[in-house]
């Protein structure tokens, strides 16, 4: 049956790919891969050849109907990103959509994802998140943080390690110097890492240590009412 399958890829250690995610890229017709350079090189590793094709931010308007229409005729696709799954942060979205408009099955796989491993290990609240991903580099980056300033649920967040430190100061301009935050980086590789504290003292951190790698920044929500009262005795 012609389906598009979305598949998570391993955000860092290769061994973090599902044994279905293996058997869906073995047994598609072909697949879409953001870099077909990076997709090469996980499919050489997982002893598997097959035909790609390239599916990137920048000719997804373009391709995403003659997609659809392949798998209408009856081909299988499996649609992946660089890192983690199609669709959060990266392309995936269009096509996702796209098929359903057209009445065609789409079916995601569980798997890899930098945010939730973050999250779960930050210590804050995880029943109940706010996903930001990137913000703007600068139009509307301001205006979105303000946004935010009152939300109470823990808040996630993408940054390139060039804007971490940067990021971290407007933290503080605008939801306080003293907010806890958790900074993960190389999630599920070798140089894993995760900093815990203020915004004040993990921006200092990183200011001290040169940022490097891939970033997720967890931050814990505006206080309720009667929590912000009890932190302002204390």
């Known amino acids: 049956m012609s389906k598009l399958y979305i598949v998570p890829t391993p955000i860092g250690n290769l061994g973090d790919i599902t044994l279905r ?25 997982l002893g598997i050849e097959k035909k790609m094709y390239s599916h990137h931010k920048f000719n997804e308007h373009a391709t995403v109907r003659m997609v659809a229409e392949s798998i209408e005729a ?19 979205f269009l096509l996702v959509r796209t098929c359903v408009e057209a009445g065609i099955e789409v079916e995601t796989l ?15 609240p995880c029943d109940r998140f706010c ?39 407007q933290f503080a301009e605008i939801f306080g110097a003293e907010r806890k935050v958790s900074v993960t980086r190389e999630i599920s590789k070798k ?19 040169e940022p490097k790698g ?8 505006q206080p309720k009412q009667g929590k912000r009262d009890e932190i302002e005795e204390r």
């Open 21 to 45: 995610a293996v058997d869906v890229l073995r047994e598609v017709d072909f697949i879409l891969a953001e870099d077909t350079r990076t997709t090469s090189f996980l499919l050489k590793h």
């Open 74 to 92: 009856g081909h299988t696709v499996a649609l992946v990103s660089d890192a983690g799954t199609p669709g959060i942060s990266d392309p995936g």
């Open 110 to 124: 569980p798997g890899a994802t930098a945010c939730i491993p973050a999250l779960v290990q930050s210590g804050f």
């Open 131 to 169: 996903f930001e991903g990137f913000l703007p580099q600068k139009k509307g980056r301001n205006k979105r943080l303000l946004e935010l300033q009152q939300e109470e649920r823990t808040m996630i967040f993408y940054e390139s390690p060039f804007r971490v430190v940067k990021c971290l100061e």
């Open 191 to 209: 140089f894993e890492q995760t900093v815990r504290g203020t915004v004040a003292e993990v921006a200092e951190h990183f200011r001290q240590n």
């Open 214 to 221: 891939e970033f997720v920044i967890v931050l814990a929500g």
